[in-house]
């Protein structure tokens, strides 16, 4: 039986046990009911660090941020609903106004939780937590199957937050729901014109950070105005920055050096100051320098521009890391939540009709296959397991690193049919058969090789 159809079968086991208990049984409900929505996502992150412009981002829309959780779901038509202390939650408006959506809470005093619905492709396989500053990790996580912490750099408080969202024996045990982002990325080459490559380059070495990669699955960055705009780029926008990108770099350039002279009264282009005023808010200094270099070098429509906009912010390689790291790992990020809330039941109300499903929750999060994989991929990236150079790619690639389908895992960039998979699978099998019976080997390589060969084994039916 698969881990999610196990745990789910835990969940209704728990419900038969707790059945006399209110708190226990709607404590119950409610994790059946979010084991099959789609995988919640928390955005955390200090103050100021670009949260709401990073859901902004992801959703396709421009929102006003909010100091408060708010929830975004898929919907038919945009809706909001505000939840305050007891009782039914409000429906509230959802407002225009400077190019961005507004929520209008400013009748409630304080709100614990607002939901808005809205029509988005990416809201059909997530639901994106946008999160307090001040909010904890256990706050943040306790409604949430995975986060995306948001830093400049990683520093002391943001590792002391990573270490705080992994601490739980079940969390310790898969370690699989974390995305490090590196956001502002314009910034953290001082808004050079190669300060998205150097971003890039920073997210790299973090990866490999021995202190790091324990903590999350993946290092990305992004450049969250520019991510915005490559999704929200309006055509009066499009049309004042062709009309600067108009003017050779030279003239433009000193009026580029800040913001103050890019809004000042000598400006060598017929624009209002407040349009300019406009696009430096929407973009930044740097945004609008590197827009105005990307039309002069050819990228001259709308389309071809927010095309470059999307592949230099980040924004495309954040989307792959969520499809790869938890959209596709729905079922074990919510087989994980679930155990965990089982094990916060069994703590809170001990009981001794529970003894059995607190050995099997035990159970279930040893040997698991699949928490066993993701262990394996922790503990090969952060060199508490070595492989042989030739064998490491592969065995991190196999049991579902870059990617959790067929193809992925047997490295096919184009799609290859059953045969080519089959012969491929067959082929890694013997490989790693052979490497998990090397009696010269040390005894955690020969393990991680049974773990590779157990997971060439579950492939082969469906290649069959």
Same mark, same amino acid.
């Given at each position: 039986m698969t881990l999610d159809r196990v745990v789910w079968s835990m969940l209704q086991e728990a419900l038969a046990v707790y059945r006399d208990s209110p708190r226990a049984t709607g404590w119950l409900r409610s994790h059946i009911e979010r084991y099959t929505e789609p995988v919640r996502i928390a955005v955390a992150g200090r103050s100021r660090i670009g949260k709401s412009t990073v859901v902004s981002a992801l959703i396709g829309d421009e929102f006003?941020?909010?100091?408060?959780?708010?929830?975004?779901?898929?919907?038919?038509?945009?809706?909001a609903h505000v939840f305050s202390g007891p009782g039914r939650p409000h429906e509230v408006a959802v407002g225009r106004r400077g190019g961005r959506h507004h929520v209008e809470i400013g009748q409630f005093d304080r709100a614990d939780r607002i939901v808005v619905e809205w029509p988005a492709r990416t809201l059909r396989d997530v639901v994106?937590?946008?999160?307090?500053?001040?909010?904890?990790p256990e706050q943040v996580l306790g409604e949430a199957d995975a986060l995306l912490y948001l830093m400049r750099h990683v520093q002391d408080e943001d590792l002391k937050y990573l270490q705080a969202a992994n601490d739980h024996p079940i969390a310790r045990t898969a370690a699989v729901h974390t995305v490090a982002v590196l956001a502002r990325a314009d910034e953290i080459g001082a808004g050079r014109i190669d300060a998205l490559s150097s971003a890039k380059q920073i997210a790299r070495r973090y990866r490999r950070d021995v202190a790091v990669q324990p903590l999350c699955q993946n290092v990305?960055?992004?450049?969250?105005?520019?991510?915005?705009?490559?999704?929200?780029?309006?055509?009066?926008?499009? !049309?004042?920055l062709r009309s600067l990108a108009s003017l050779g770099r030279e003239e433009l350039e000193d009026h580029l050096l800040s913001a103050d002279r890019f809004v000042g009264e000598q400006f060598p282009v017929p624009m209002d100051p407040a349009v300019r005023q406009a696009l430096l808010e929407r973009f930044g200094i740097f945004g609008v320098r590197l827009i105005t270099a990307l039309i002069r070098q050819g990228f001259d429509t709308q389309v071809k521009l927010t095309g470059q906009l999307v592949q230099r912010s980040g924004l495309g390689d954040l989307r792959d890391s969520i499809a790869i790291h938890f959209t596709e790992r729905r079922e074990i990020l919510k !087989?994980?939540?679930?155990?965990?809330?089982?094990?916060?039941l069994f703590r809170m109300e001990p009981r001794q009709n529970a003894r059995k499903l607190m050995a099997d929750l035990e159970r279930v999060v040893a040997s698991a296959h699949d928490f066993r994989e993701l262990r394996l991929v922790a503990a090969l990236q952060a060199g508490r397991t070595k492989l042989p150079a030739e064998l490491q790619a592969e065995a991190l690639r196999?049991?579902?690193?870059?990617?959790?389908?067929?193809?992925?895992?047997?490295?096919?960039?184009?799609?290859?049919?059953?045969?080519?998979?089959?012969?491929?699978?067959?082929?890694?099998?013997?490989?790693?058969?052979?490497?998990?019976?090397?009696?010269? !080997?040390?005894?955690?390589?020969?393990?991680?090789?049974?773990?590779?060969?157990?997971?060439?084994?579950?492939?082969?039916?469906?290649?069959?």
């Open positions: 006003a941020p909010l100091n408060s959780f708010v929830w975004y779901r898929n919907g038919t038509e945009p809706r994106l937590i946008d999160t307090p500053a001040e909010a904890s990305v960055s992004v450049a969250g105005l520019l991510a915005v705009a490559a999704k929200t780029l309006r055509e009066d926008e499009f !049309a004042a !087989a994980r939540s679930a155990l965990l809330a089982l094990d916060v196999l049991v579902g690193a870059e990617g959790t389908t067929s193809l992925a895992r047997l490295g096919f960039d184009y799609e290859a049919d059953q045969r080519e998979q089959r012969e491929a699978l067959l082929d890694a099998l013997v490989r790693w058969q052979a490497q998990a019976a090397d009696v010269h !080997a040390p005894n955690d390589q020969r393990r991680a090789a049974q773990i590779v060969v157990r997971t060439c084994e579950g492939l082969l039916p469906q290649l069959s």
